[in-house]
Every structure is written in structure tokens, then in C-alpha cells.
């Protein structure tokens, strides 16, 4: 072992950010969110940050994997034996979970332990995974959620903006409403846009049949989106398949899955025709390698949700990285809150960092003024 890249100390804390307005998807309303967040030391002083978003409620079972289910087996290891942590962590946690709070508490280690190593290495961690995009990376707007008061006049101005800010694709949320409303929506949305921007939708796992999903389809389809994301449960590959089957616009989904083994599945059953794997759910940066070399191999792009702050770098370090889903302010994704820097749009593109590993670190301030427990 090289004593300096040795594992001496793994801690984890809980974080609930309020949101500042109470924010409405198709199937639930989040009123805060809770984060894990985790920093490991070795043993020449460098340390690695991870992160994951633990729930609108209980994050602290997410932060208990981390604490009492692996921490314990990183210690003294070596961080640069990435591939034998990794596996070392999920044959560990397979009786609590091969997805869900579990696989996020490992992902959010691999995550820190990838972190350390780039930052030893001295290079941004979308080069030392590959370096594929050089200065910038595709980025789309994320947004268009429901809120109180929020008419399709109000969302035609929010999708404006972000045309005006560069961007030449845009996300909104769908599946809330009745059809009619929702086809109100979605209408004022491509007006506000025009023909050439692309309109993806964002149903959060809205659908329960295949009969529904094709009715509003119908009322989707004349507007031109680019996906439909998430239209049922995640573990209703069935129906995801279906209707890839029976609608002319591709169906996205996997944000919330995790393991190759299931991605593979939903690639070889044709249910998605673009994948968005989250490094910080599926089973860290590790694991998201994995799925996004299978899908290349299916001639199959990922566009990964959340956390720009870290998938930038992955989008960026392989070809088949086609968009970063940003979120243009803290409204939505308050994990902005917790770092100490901000990306830096240009033209609807994303600036690759250039500091080593992730490029951002944790503004302790913050956490202490929103954390619901202490550094453990």
C-alpha cells in the first residue's frame, strides 16, 4: 500500500435545506430537501467529498449506511484501489438494499473517494476519467415545476429566460394535470421557445397503464418533445417498453436506479432510448462508468439528472455524455447553497472546472447553519 493515499478517517453529516417555495410534481410536494454530504482523509492530508440527495424527509438513514455500513470497511484501506472499495462496499450492503438509501451512502463515498484521488493526481476529475469534451460541455435548463400561482403564461416567461441566457434545450414538468391543462402548458411552453429549441417533459413517474400514458401522449406529441421522462414507476419496465413502442418520442428514464444489471435491462427491452443514470443513486462514479460503457454499447447516450456540480465531469469525460441537466438557480436544487463556488455558463454550455477533482468544496458555514446533525 502507498501509506499516503491511506484511508484515516470517513464522516458524514445531515443536511435539510427548506425550499423557498413549496414545489409540486406530478405525485408528491416537497416543502425541504435533506442532503448527505461525506469528506475521507488519507493519509498525506488531501480529502475527497461526496454527496447525495437523501429524500424530502429521513436523510439521516442515508447518513447511517455511510456512517455504520461502510465507513468502517474504508478505513486504513488504500483510496487508490477504487474497483476493490467499490465491490467491497456492495457486497457489504446487499442485505440493506441494492438500491435506495444504501447504494446512495456508497455512491456518495465512491464519489468522495474518486475526489481525493483526481485532487492527488492534480488534474479536474473529467479529465483523469477521460477528457472526451475539452472547454465547455451541452448543458439543458431544468425547471418548469408547478407552483402556486404558476400559469402557462408565467412558465412561457421562465422557459423564455432561459432561451435568452443561451440555452438551446429546456425541461418541464408534466403529468399534474388534466390533459387539456396540461396540453395548455406545453403549448405555451414550445410558443415561448420556438420549433428549434428542444422541449423535454418530465412526468415523474405519472402513470399507472398504458391507456393513460397514450392519452396524454396524444396531447404531447403535436408540440415536438424531445422525451417524455420517467411516465411510470421505475420498476414497470413493461409499460416503459410499451409505450417506446407506441409513441414516436423517445422515452427517458433511470435516475432513480441503480446497478448495471437493471440498466441493461431496460436497454435490452428497448423501455429507454436515453438513460438518466445519477452518479450519486446508482452507485457512485464507479458504477456509473459501468452503465455508461453498456450503453454505448447499445449506440445509447446518458443524460444524467441532478447535481451538475458533479456530472459535468462525467458527461464531459465520454462520448456518449450528450447534456448536463442544470439548474439555473437555488430554487429548485438548494444544494447550491452548500458549495463554496458556482459553475460558469456560457452560451448554454457548461465551463469544465479546472481546480482538481470536483473543483468545488463544501462551504462549512452553511452546513452548520442547515445541518440536523453533526460531523460523525
Not at 30 to 46: E, F, K, S
Not at 66 to 83: K, N, Q
Not at 218 to 243: G, K, Q, T, V
Request: proline share 5%; hydrophobic share 45%; glycine share 8%.
Amino acid at each position: 500500500m502507498d501509506h499516503a493515499s491511506r484511508i484515516t478517517s470517513v464522516e458524514a453529516r445531515t443536511i435539510r435545506v427548506p425550499l423557498t417555495h413549496a414545489t409540486a410534481l406530478s405525485t408528491r410536494r416537497v416543502l425541504h430537501r435533506d442532503y448527505v454530504v461525506a469528506r475521507l482523509r488519507t493519509a498525506d492530508g488531501a480529502t475527497g467529498i461526496g454527496f447525495c440527495y437523501g429524500g424530502s424527509d429521513a436523510g439521516l438513514i442515508v447518513a447511517t449506511a455511510v456512517r455504520e455500513l461502510f465507513a468502517p470497511l474504508l478505513l486504513g484501506a488504500d483510496s487508490t484501489r477504487v474497483e476493490w472499495l467499490w465491490d467491497r462496499m456492495y457486497s457489504a450492503g446487499l442485505l440493506h438494499g441494492r438500491s435506495g438509501s444504501a447504494m446512495r451512502g456508497l455512491s456518495i463515498l465512491d464519489t468522495a473517494i474518486w475526489d481525493r484521488n483526481a485532487q492527488a493526481a492534480g488534474m479536474p476529475l473529467h479529465r483523469f476519467l477521460g477528457g472526451y469534451h475539452d472547454v465547455t460541455v451541452p448543458a439543458y435548463a431544468s425547471g418548469g415545476y408547478y407552483l402556486d400561482g404558476k400559469g402557462p403564461d408565467q412558465l412561457a416567461d421562465e422557459m423564455s429566460a432561459y432561451v435568452d441566457a443561451g440555452f438551446k434545450a429546456v425541461k418541464i414538468k408534466v403529468g399534474l394535470l388534466a390533459p387539456a391543462a396540461e396540453e395548455a402548458r406545453i403549448k405555451a411552453a414550445r410558443q415561448a421557445i420556438g420549433p428549434d429549441i428542444l422541449l423535454m417533459l418530465d412526468a415523474n413517474n405519472a402513470w399507472r397503464d398504458l391507456p393513460t400514458a397514450l392519452r396524454y401522449m396524444d396531447r404531447y406529441e403535436p408540440y415536438d418533445p424531445y422525451w417524455i421522462e420517467e411516465p411510470f414507476s421505475p420498476d414497470d419496465i413493461d409499460n416503459h417498453a410499451r409505450l417506446a413502442e407506441r409513441t414516436r418520442v423517445p422515452v427517458a428514464t433511470g435516475e432513480i436506479e441503480s446497478g448495471r444489471w437493471r440498466f441493461k435491462e431496460l436497454l435490452e427491452r428497448g423501455a429507454a432510448a436515453i438513460l438518466q443514470t445519477d452518479a450519486c443513486v446508482c452507485g457512485g462514479i464507479t458504477e456509473y462508468r459501468r452503465i455508461g460503457a453498456t450503453a454505448a454499447s447499445f449506440g445509447v447516450n446518458i443524460c444524467p439528472h441532478w447535481f451538475h456540480d458533479l456530472h459535468v465531469h462525467l458527461v464531459a469525460s465520454a462520448p456518449n455524455g450528450q447534456f448536463v441537466e442544470y439548474f439555473p438557480d437555488d430554487a429548485v436544487l438548494n444544494f447550491r447553497r452548500l458549495i463554496d463556488r458556482q459553475l460558469v455558463l456560457k452560451d448554454g454550455e457548461l465551463v469544465l472546472p479546472t481546480s482538481p477533482g470536483l473543483g468545488f468544496a463544501f462551504d462549512e458555514a452553511a452546513l452548520d447553519h442547515y445541518a440536523i446533525d453533526g460531523w460523525a
